[in-house]
């Protein structure tokens, strides 16, 4: 007579070969704070120690009889992990035709010219002249209440100083651009790029002759 217990702990132990340590380890943090729990949280409601839940998020290895009790806790059977069905975006694309405009410094007041859909150079040129500062495509490539924030920034004169919580980056995609972060400033060609602590007051302005600067800013919450 089979273990229905033993059986279990045996499927689990196969779903489990299967699948990368860090990619299993990284679906359950998701869906742990996907439901707020603290590690500790979790590891009270799996019934295993604190230890056990921080080294199976960080992919160094565990048993089948703490992954079934962690699933437990999340209330999420093991297949759902094994194949990423954890309810989870876990990928997200910007298309062209998302593209949606805005102040960078005024972001609050709506899209550029009212409008609800891309704009071209001209009309974001047009926005500039009736007093937008620095345009800015808040792009759709992030992942929901995810920490990496991509945009798209336009400089035709230069912005106002600012400063946020976290790690930006900064990569010229166009023309040349001076980039100001306290004391230091930085002037930056077409491929050059820039990483600094957001927290420090830094602003942008279009450096020389040229294009239009244009940039890819990452920003990293803290």
Known sequence: MTDPVLDRLDHVNQLIDDVDPVTLGSRIRRVRTSQQLSIRELADRAGVNKNSVVRLEQGRGTTAPTVLRICTGLGVHVER???????????????????????????????????????????????????????????QSRLPDGRVLPTVLELYGPSETRSHPGEEFVYVLRGRVRVDVGPESYDLGEGESLTFHSAEPHAYAPAGEGPVPRLLSVRVEG
Do not use: C, K
């Open 81 to 139: 992990l094994v194949e990423a069905d954890d309810g989870v975006v876990i990928a997200r694309a910007h298309r062209s035709g998302d593209d949606r405009w805005y102040d960078m410094t005024h972001f609050g007041a709506g899209p550029l010219l009212g409008a609800d859909r891309p704009l071209s150079e001209g009309e974001r040129q047009q926005a500039v002249a009736d007093g937008a500062d620095v345009p800015l495509n808040l792009l």
